[in-house]
């Protein structure tokens, strides 16, 4: 596509001003923004990194007005091409220099943040005034942004008790492709705080998982409550995947576990061949710091030796502001789950509540394989049926999969009490790309290795992502992090598709903001 010489211009003017720093030009830097943890987009004219919604939000006008395509990023965690050029001329926004705190108020239980704030950043900020959000942060929290979770939705920590990310949202601000900032909740009302999401219409719920289609998330508003006081933990193991899920619906039913974790029997023998839990110093002295000196000894003799890598396995936090409350729901989530499995040693919930934003070094498989994750949320009801059509298509796609060395584990959570969440992860053989080298630990990287390029095996998990992801909606699945991998209208009500096509052409008439997404 032949450049226009006035974007050309529009982006020499803004690197004048802004610098190197704050306008990437530089072609190395542009290759690697063009990529996310899965795949490639089409190259970028630029990349820009806004300190203030006032600085971004002219440039956005002049720059759509020349016809260039804009993207907004996060943390950069998506796997699912949702930051991913699609066209060209398209310059990117990184918005993690938006990254302040704006307001912490306890008092009337909510608090402001810009797009850029991490989930670590905010959760420490918040530690030290006793508060939370209700759901905290995925585990990629140390690079994962507030911004990037509501756009592309976001479940694990809290989510088994407060549910996604979008549950913990009072009200956003926006930026649209003409440069116009929308507020949403009680804050659009002129004279109120952002204290409340509804006020006539929910506004805000129409930019929760927009992938950006709608514009550029500056500022959101979020729930606050109270630290729990007082945690507990227990894990079980289930020889069928039906004693599993019916253990985690009954949990999810009742609201016991703010956080849900589960692993199939592949996924545990993938865990396996990792680092024991006992020699990661850091994971040890994390566990001492929240549990005590015994905790950490405990972990140290047992290490993984307890869990059976040939059943699948389950693994709850429960919290609460009391010793007692905490008591029971740990003796009500044991009535609940004692039909249906085993209970064994609870080292592995310890670890997660310890470490809720580990390092990034899980995006690559133990001998240096590459990875991409497929999810699906269904209705606790068809969770079975839909882990039972996915072990048949790996049957099925067995033959392949040994042929070029694909592997897969499937990680579980629930989301509230609606929903199971079902992770299949596929690791293949491959070279590792810039995006792992600049996100993934140095030493983790020299000791895992890396298996070298294998064409023939990323074409293979590509097309067995594909797969996953059409019996997944075949089964009735929903999605977060929709991006442009992810089927959103083919087969969607007319009516509500209408209605948000007509949305998108009053906020974006040119349809420059980030085209190819929801599709």
Known sequence: MTMPANATAIIQRIHRDWGDSGCITDQVELQYYAQDVYSRGEPLLAVLRPHTSEQLAPVVAELTAAGVAIIARGGGMSYTEGYLATRQPTVLVDTAGLDRIVEINVQDAYVVVEAGVTWAQLHAALAEKGVRTPYFGPMSGLRATVGGALSQGSVFHGSGRYGSSGDAVLGVEVLTANGEVVRTGSAASGNSAPFFRYFGPDLTGLFLGDCGLLGIKLRASLRLLPRH????YLSWQFHEAAGLTGAMGALARAGLPSEVAAFDPKL????????SLGSDVKTLGNVIKKGGLMQGLKLVAKGRDFLDPTQYSLHVTLEGDSAAEVAARVEAARKLVASFGE??????PKVMAANPFSALNSMLGSGGERWAPIHAVVPHSKATTLLAALDALFAAEQATMDQHGLFIGTLMTTVGAQGTLIE????WPDSHTEFHRRNV????LARIGCPGEN?????????LKHKIADTMRGLGAVHFQIGKFYTYRAGRDPVALALLDAIKRQLDPSGLMNPGVLV
């Open 268 to 275: 545990s023998q993938i865990r396996m061949r990792r680092a």
């Open 343 to 348: 209970e064994v040693e609870n080292s592995i």
């Open 455 to 463: 064409l023939a095996a990323r074409a293979a998990a590509d097309a």
């Open 424 to 427: 299949p992860c596929i690791y």
């Open 441 to 444: 630990d140095a030493d983790h």
């Open 229 to 232: 006081s007082h945690i507990d």
